[in-house]
């Protein structure tokens, strides 16, 4: 039971975009974007997971907000130099802009989203 609430929390929101190898170079194109990277076994991870699902739905249309499990996806984590999870990357036009490791709280993200928007 415990594993199945888990597997609940971490179900990213609908307006999240699950980024892989696949799809990151067109993800990264949008006009702003962020990606959480992130793993199922950080606790960190899965404090600021509801949060980036809730901004997600907020920023709907302005930021594009996705997540990478850094277990799932080594080759984008390295490509950032991710070395902590959470690590937020933050894109503007398709390039890197902003990077920050660890936690974030919600009024802060909000904050930096909000200026990546404009």
């Known amino acids: 039971m415990d594993g199945l609430k888990r597997e609940t929390d971490m179900a990213a929101s609908a307006d999240v975009v699950h980024v892989t190898n696949d799809n990151f170079e067109s993800f990264k194109k949008s006009k702003a974007a962020v990606i959480d990277f992130s793993a ?3 606790g960190p991870c899965q404090v600021l997971s509801p949060i980036v699902d809730k901004l997600a739905t907020e920023f709907k249309g302005k930021v594009a907000i996705g997540k990478v499990d850094i277990d799932e996806n080594p080759d984008l984590a390295g490509m950032f130099g ?24 919600e009024g802060t993200l909000r904050q930096r989203l909000s200026k990546l928007a404009s």
Do not use: I, Y
């Not at 991710?82 to 709280?105: I, N, R, S, Y």
């Open 40 to 42: 199922t076994w950080c």
């Open 82 to 105: 991710v070395m902590a999870v959470p690590t937020l990357v933050f894109f503007k036009d398709g390039k890197v802009v902003d990077q920050h490791p660890g936690l974030l709280p």
